[in-house]
C-alpha cells in the first residue's frame, strides 16, 4: 500500500512560510525565524480538513530546527507515526470455535 508523502511548496503570500502539502490540505507549516536565538526553522502542524470533525485553526508547534531539511524530516516522521497509528490496530477476539 502506498502512502502519500509531503509536498513542500513555497507560501504564495509569505516569503519565509513553507507549506507541506497531502493532497490539497495544508497539514505543516515552516516558518524561516532566523532572527530568533533558538533554532531557525519552526515547524507547524494543523489539523486534517474534515466535514465530519470539528477543527481548531490553530497550529501546533513541533519544534524549532537549525535546518529546513530537518524541519521536513521531523514532519515526514510525524506524518509516518500517524499513518501507522490508523492502520496498526488488532481485532480483539471474542469467541473462539473450533473450525472443521
Same mark, same amino acid.
Given at each position: 500500500?502506498?502512502?502519500?508523502?509531503?509536498?513542500?511548496?513555497?507560501?504564495? =503570500?509569505?516569503?519565509?512560510?513553507?507549506?507541506?502539502?497531502?493532497?490539497?490540505?495544508?497539514?505543516? @507549516?515552516? @516558518?524561516?525565524?532566523?532572527?530568533?536565538?533558538?533554532?531557525?526553522?519552526? *515547524?507547524?502542524?494543523?489539523?486534517? #480538513?474534515?466535514?465530519?470533525?470539528?477543527?481548531?485553526?490553530?497550529?501546533?508547534?513541533?519544534?524549532?530546527?537549525?535546518?529546513?531539511? *530537518?524541519?521536513?524530516?521531523?514532519?515526514?516522521? #510525524?506524518?509516518?507515526?500517524?499513518?501507522?497509528? *490508523?492502520? =496498526?490496530?488488532?481485532?480483539?477476539?471474542? #469467541?473462539?470455535?473450533?473450525?472443521?
Amino acid at each position: 500500500m502506498k502512502f502519500k508523502t509531503i509536498q513542500w511548496q513555497n507560501h504564495p =503570500d509569505y516569503p519565509l512560510v513553507y507549506q507541506g502539502m497531502i493532497g490539497d490540505q495544508e497539514l505543516f @507549516t515552516i @516558518t524561516d525565524i532566523t532572527k530568533k536565538d533558538i533554532g531557525n526553522f519552526q *515547524l507547524q502542524s494543523s489539523c486534517i #480538513k474534515s466535514n465530519t470533525f470539528y477543527c481548531s485553526a490553530t497550529l501546533k508547534p513541533l519544534g524549532e530546527f537549525r535546518t529546513i531539511n *530537518l524541519a521536513k524530516v521531523e514532519a515526514q516522521l #510525524k506524518w509516518d507515526e500517524f499513518i501507522n497509528s *490508523l492502520i =496498526d490496530f488488532e481485532i480483539p477476539v471474542t #469467541k473462539e470455535e473450533m473450525v472443521s
